[in-house]
């Protein structure tokens, strides 16, 4: 090798960069210092063989273990629900998984007393639900919570045009068999109310005068509770566990307690102002709380003085003053209990309302 070799191998000169033309160059890209996964260990591997052997065993031979294994079994596949792939949600529902879940819907394990901790599992569930950020797998709680729900209990708005077909069939015969009849025939005759309500015109004024207020929460203080995303939250899980379990004592109450507020700010309001205020989050809960029957209970003594003393407030549906009542009144009583020889004076609104309720 010559000297000028020598020194230009040493320096650098007429050297060219060695550059891979065939192979895939992968970026490395730093990595971040915590990525917030969870470092829990997953849970024992279960099978849908096993998990259908549990669930037949507790039908056919219940006993303290074999239920307890059940149960077991139902959370195992509540969890695997919530974490499949919402695209093969169809597919998963098709085949044994799917089998698994109409098993166990029809084993009678859904009749059994939730144990506290399968409560807080359920009232979990029934959270995620109604919240905005959960719609995207709505369909994955739905299957996660159906069997947390007694039979007939668990009740979607209008599940017959915004569930798929795969599962409404499903959601009807365990949830919901009063719209059976829509899936399958004509829709029979409508029943009568259950219960006419009488008003005196003479003595609406004078007891609205009268009227003692259902609640100290009113005004500014009772809507800026209805602006609270996570108190409205709470208010559609209630209605939704209601439904769920009509005799939780403290589903009850808390309802009880929102209906109080609710049918106050309805006393409260202008008459001018009243659809604006039925197209903000109370007009919302407010038809929720109608429509899913709560109206029936009564859970304490001002509930049933409401009962008493509402119907009388809103006897005039000439007068305009008079809407607001009715919508309070509206909420202590159930669906279809109270009936109108007219509803002239009612705004078209509200007259829309009123057929839908």
């Known amino acids: 090798m010559g000297l000028r070799t020598w020194l230009s191998q040493r320096l650098?000169?007429?050297?060219?960069?060695?550059?891979?033309?065939?192979?895939?160059?992968?970026?490395?890209?730093?990595?971040?210092?915590?990525?917030?996964?969870?470092?829990?260990?997953?849970?024992?591997?279960?099978?849908?063989?096993?998990?259908e052997g549990l669930f037949r065993e507790a039908e056919h031979q219940p006993s303290k273990l074999s239920v307890k294994a059940a149960r077991l079994a139902r959370h195992r596949l509540s969890v695997f629900w919530l974490s499949a792939p919402v695209d093969?949600?169809?597919e998963l529902y098709a085949g044994g998984i799917?089998?698994?879940?109409?098993?166990?819907?029809?084993?009678?394990?859904g009749q059994?007393?939730?144990?506290?901790?399968?409560?807080?599992?359920?009232?979990?569930?029934?959270?995620?639900?109604?919240?905005?950020?959960?719609?995207?797998?709505?369909?994955?709680?739905?299957?996660?919570?159906?069997?947390?729900?007694?039979?007939?209990?668990?009740?979607?708005?209008?599940?017959?045009?915004?569930l798929p077909n795969w599962l409404l069939s499903?959601?009807?015969?365990?949830?919901?068999?009063e719209l059976k009849h829509e899936l399958e025939g004509p829709a029979g005759l409508l029943e009568p109310a259950s219960k006419i309500v009488e008003v005196n015109v003479e003595q609406a004024a004078e007891q609205f005068d009268n009227f003692q207020p259902l609640t100290d929460r009113r005004g500014e203080e009772a809507l800026e509770w209805f602006r609270d995303e996570k108190a409205l939250t709470r208010?559609?899980?209630?209605?939704?566990?209601?439904?769920?379990?009509p005799s939780d004592r403290e589903t009850l109450e808390e309802l009880s307690g929102l209906r109080k507020v609710l049918a106050q700010l309805w006393l409260d309001v202008e008459s001018s102002q009243l659809e604006s205020l039925?197209?903000?989050?109370?007009?919302?809960?407010?038809?929720?709380?109608?429509?899913?029957g709560f109206g029936k209970e009564m859970v304490d003594d001002d509930d049933v003085r409401a009962r008493q003393d509402l119907p009388s407030l809103s006897a005039d549906m000439q007068?305009?003053?008079?809407?607001?009542?009715?919508?309070?009144?509206l909420l202590y009583y159930a669906p279809n209990a109270i009936t109108f020889e007219s509803t002239t004076g009612l705004p078209e609104w509200l007259v829309q309302e009123l057929q839908s309720f």
């Open 98 to 109: 799917g089998d698994l879940q109409r098993q166990q819907l029809n084993s009678g394990l």
């Open 278 to 292: 039925y197209q903000l989050p109370v007009g919302l809960i407010t038809r929720n709380l109608i429509t899913s």
């Open 88 to 90: 093969l949600l169809e």
């Open 12 to 51: 650098g000169m007429n050297s060219v960069e060695s550059i891979d033309l065939v192979g895939q160059v992968v970026a490395q890209v730093p990595a971040p210092e915590r990525l917030g996964i969870s470092l829990a260990i997953p849970a024992q591997p279960w099978s849908v063989s096993r998990l």
């Open 319 to 329: 007068n305009p003053k008079c809407h607001g009542p009715l919508l309070a009144t």
């Open 170 to 177: 499903d959601y009807v015969a365990y949830c919901a068999p």
């Open 112 to 162: 059994q007393t939730l144990a506290s901790d399968e409560k807080n599992w359920r009232d979990q569930l029934a959270a995620e639900m109604v919240k905005p950020e959960s719609i995207s797998r709505q369909l994955n709680v739905i299957l996660a919570l159906m069997p947390y729900t007694k039979p007939g209990k668990l009740k979607l708005a209008d599940p017959i045009q915004s």
């Open 235 to 245: 208010m559609k899980s209630l209605v939704n566990l209601y439904g769920m379990d």
